[in-house]
Nanobody, 115 residues
Framework: QVQLVESGGGLVQTGGSLRLSCAAS?????????MAWYRRAPGKQREFIAR???????LYDASVKGRFTISRDNAKNAVYLQMSSLKPEDTAVYYC????????WGQGTQVTVSS
């Protein structure tokens, strides 16, 4: 059973930074999977924001490009999201998941950006 645990969220002022972490556990071949970060803002559907392939190639949604950086550590079965220049519209619950497999969703981590 795969388990995803996101952490690192919190309350931050506009322009601030946060680093999110996602740890994957269970019988998985983490290093072979492309991983992605998603977010769900209040009253909205979950949306894609960034992905990283097994080889380290990255892709970002236009809304976060240049402000967020996705990275991974295959030895730790972990993926990270460095967020900078945060805006109130970045307020959401943030989730990670495999792009290739679609594991059960974790509980997410809340990010709140105050104006």
């Amino acid at each position: 059973q795969v388990q995803l645990v996101e952490s690192g969220g919190g309350l931050v002022q506009t322009g601030g930074s946060l680093r999110l972490s996602c740890a994957a556990s269970g019988s998985i071949s983490f290093s072979r999977n492309a991983m992605a970060w998603y977010r769900r803002a209040p009253g909205k559907q979950r949306e894609f924001i960034a992905r990283i392939t097994s080889g380290g190639f990255t892709l970002y949604d236009a809304s976060v490009k240049g402000r967020f950086t996705i990275s991974r550590d295959n030895a730790k079965n972990a993926v990270y999201l460095q967020m900078s220049s945060l805006k109130p519209e970045d307020t959401a619950v943030y989730y990670c998941n495999s792009v290739d497999v679609g594991w059960p969703w974790g509980q997410g981590t809340q990010v709140t950006v105050s104006s």
